[in-house]
């Protein structure tokens, strides 16, 4: 006599916004304000299904800061490079000889 094989059990239903706070995670690492905003998307998925989306709230963080250090590295390198190349000099125009200008002030 054989044994009746029991039914296989119906796969986990993936909670909302999931994948996307993993892509957003993933995002924030190479374009960091795009995955803060993804990060934000996936948590507004999840909220509805009372899901707690970890991976969407490390996105948003990491999205943040990584856009200020962003910002701060665009703003603060150009001004410690000409800080740098007009120091020693009189304030005026200088030209570098490769077709550009300095201007110290």
Do not use: R
């Not at 304000?33 to 963080?61: D, E, H, R, W």
């Not at 962003?70 to 150009?78: A, F, M, R, S």
């Amino acid at each position: 006599m054989t044994t009746p094989v029991p039914a296989a059990a119906p796969a986990p239903v993936a909670a909302p916004g999931k994948t996307l706070g993993i892509v957003a995670l993933v995002l924030a690492f190479v374009a960091p304000l795009i995955g803060a905003i993804l990060g934000f998307v996936a948590k507004a998925q999840s909220k509805p299904a009372g899901v707690k989306n970890t991976p969407a709230t490390v996105a948003i963080v990491l999205g943040l800061i990584f856009t200020v250090l962003w910002i701060l590295l665009i703003v603060v390198v150009p001004i410690v490079t000409l800080g740098a190349a007009c120091s020693g000099l009189e304030p005026g125009v200088y030209d570098t000889g490769n077709g550009t200008t300095l201007t110290c002030g």
